[in-house]
């Protein structure tokens, strides 16, 4: 299968300042993996011991919230009932 390049823009777009670090939502990297958020998510939670600690963390109730009320309209951030978890650098 050839490896297919994403432009720098669409990855800088989807980069955001929480918690001092520069994160992407899981929801986003999946959409760059092309696989869906549920299967990323289930992917690193059975297999801690391949990522460090600080790979990823799961946003609080409120960095959520400032994280939507970033963005104009709500209806991309769907009806999920679990807070997203984040992926760093």
Same mark, same amino acid.
């Given at each position: 299968?050839?490896?297919?390049?994403?432009?720098?823009?669409?990855?800088?777009?989807?980069?955001?300042?929480? #918690?001092?670090? /520069?994160?992407?939502?899981?929801?986003?990297?999946?959409? &760059?993996?092309?696989?869906?958020? *549920?299967? +990323?998510?289930?992917?690193?939670? #059975?297999?801690? /011991?391949?990522?460090?600690?600080?790979?990823?963390?799961? &946003?609080?109730?409120?960095?959520? *919230?400032? +994280?939507?009320?970033?963005?104009?309209?709500?209806?991309?951030?769907?009806?999920?009932?679990?807070?997203?978890?984040?992926?760093?650098?």
């Amino acid at each position: 299968m050839p490896k297919t390049v994403i432009p720098a823009e669409r990855i800088q777009r989807i980069i955001y300042l929480v #918690r001092g670090q /520069k994160v992407i939502l899981d929801r986003d990297l999946a959409g &760059l993996y092309g696989v869906p958020t *549920k299967a +990323l998510k289930q992917a690193v939670r #059975r297999n801690p /011991k391949r990522f460090p600690k600080d790979f990823m963390f799961v &946003l609080k109730q409120q960095e959520f *919230k400032n +994280l939507r009320s970033q963005f104009v309209t709500s209806s991309s951030w769907g009806g999920s009932r679990y807070l997203p978890m984040v992926f760093t650098e």
